[in-house]
């Protein structure tokens, strides 16, 4: 065969072969369009911050960097989008959480303004909006807006757990405790899981409940599910710990929290407090002004302060008075209530009589124990005992506060009881307070050891006889 026949062949096999594979190309087109979507249209890539989100819509602790990077994104979807009333209620929480983990108090007015945008957006079914406006009035120690808020969203959805939480610190600041545990009974019938738990841990706290407290934190932090939440609960059962005296399993607790989490300035304030109590003074105070870089608590700054004040460093002590001063100006400028702290300063360290002012101020709006036990003391520190101690006696009574057992509420008791000269109710509390937590203070538990060596052994007629026992019954 010539090779001028052979080349038409040749040709026609491969034109054939072509159109063959053409075909076979075209009907796999059409039996995949799903593929051929893909290609065009890659999927986008998730958005920053998906942890935080749930954290933030769930009420579970989120990491900071997760946070910052939630709140980008709100604001650039915003931008493009200012209508999306549930986008606002999202970056309004978002400050909230970001305010409380970092203590700068400038993020609530933005967290104000975004969650009342939402609601202006939404005026009716907004139950997102009002949860975040419960936890920034919660944040800013605003305990009766606390609860008018998160009982209207719970007026909307009843059965919505999140607002649960949120109401039990209201209640708790403003020293309902009935209604406090009645909310955590709601909360448990709706919700399981380590959230719930660490809510739990603290009422039982509060009642006095201080193993099934370590117990419910304990599981907690087992079922957490991301470190910034574990951590959270660690620094949780870390106080839990020191309240109880437990130094060494406070420091763990702490130590365990921030190596999860270094963020979690709590948790470097509470090593601050257990090192100091160790005798290992050079790294507590370390651990302390790590804490205050990144969070600067007025509450921190008072901690700091006393215990400069307890090595004889004065003037370092005054420095951090002055910074405590300081962020109380700067956080009533964004609306934060800081008259507790502020008056507990003033009491030991300023002017008892302003004080006084402020605190029974603060008693009128929000009643809680800690503002009670606050003012009996200031009153004290004024010379009005008498006054004092019915404040006292009720923020250690369980009937009337919620059983929490303080180191320091029984220390103010007890000395109040001395300068009344009522000998034995003085002995009994002061040994109560060193007996709870024998560090609770490094200026006050010294003196409550010094008072107790003063009073001596009790003498006869303070040691209630069988007779007088069965009067009194």
Known sequence: ??????????????????????????????????????????????APGPGALTAVTAGVPAALPDLAALIGNRERHL???????????????????????????????????????????????????????????????????????????????????????????????????????RALDRLVKLRHGPAVMARAAGVYWDRGWREDAAAQLSDAAAAATTPAERAAYLEQAGRMSWERGDLKDALRHFEAAVRLDPDQRAALAGQGRALAALGRTSQALNAYHKALDKQP??????????????????????????????????DAAAGVDD??????????????????????????????????????????????????????????????????RSALYAYHRGMIELDLELSGPARRHLEEALRTNPYFSPLQAPEARAALRALGEPAVEEVPTEDAKARRR
């Open 79 to 181: 931008r493009a989008h200012p209508q999306d009333a549930r986008a606002w209620a999202v970056l309004g929480t978002a400050y909230v959480e970001q305010g409380r983990r970092t203590a700068l108090a400038a993020n609530y007015p933005k967290a104000d303004k975004a969650l009342r945008t939402s609601l202006h957006l939404r005026p009716k079914g907004n139950a997102e909006a009002l949860d975040g406006l419960t936890a920034l009035a919660n944040e800013r120690r605003d305990f009766r807006a606390a609860r008018t808020w998160g009982e209207a969203a719970l007026k909307l959805e009843p059965k919505r757990w999140t607002t649960y939480p949120l109401l039990i610190d209201a209640y708790t600041g403003l020293g309902d405790y009935q209604a406090a545990r």
């Open 297 to 330: 608590s007025p509450a921190y700054a008072l901690e700091l302060g006393e215990l400069y004040e307890s090595l004889g460093l004065g003037q370092a002590a005054e420095e951090q008075y002055d910074l405590l001063l300081t962020r109380v100006r700067q």
């Open 1 to 46: 065969m010539t090779e001028r026949r052979r080349r038409p062949r040749l040709l026609w096999r491969v034109l054939l072969a072509l159109i063959t594979g053409a075909a076979l190309l075209g009907a796999v087109w059409l039996v995949l369009p799903s593929q051929r979507h893909a290609v065009k249209a890659p999927a986008p890539a998730p």
């Open 339 to 404: 008259e507790l702290v502020l008056g507990r300063f003033e009491a030991d360290h300023g002017d008892p009589e302003s004080a006084v002012e402020r605190l029974r101020e603060e008693w009128r709006r929000q009643p809680g124990t800690a503002v009670g036990d606050a003012l009996g003391w200031a009153l004290h520190r004024a010379g009005e005992d008498t006054e004092a101690l019915k404040f006292a006696e009720a923020a250690t009574d369980k009937e009337k506060g919620g059983g929490v």
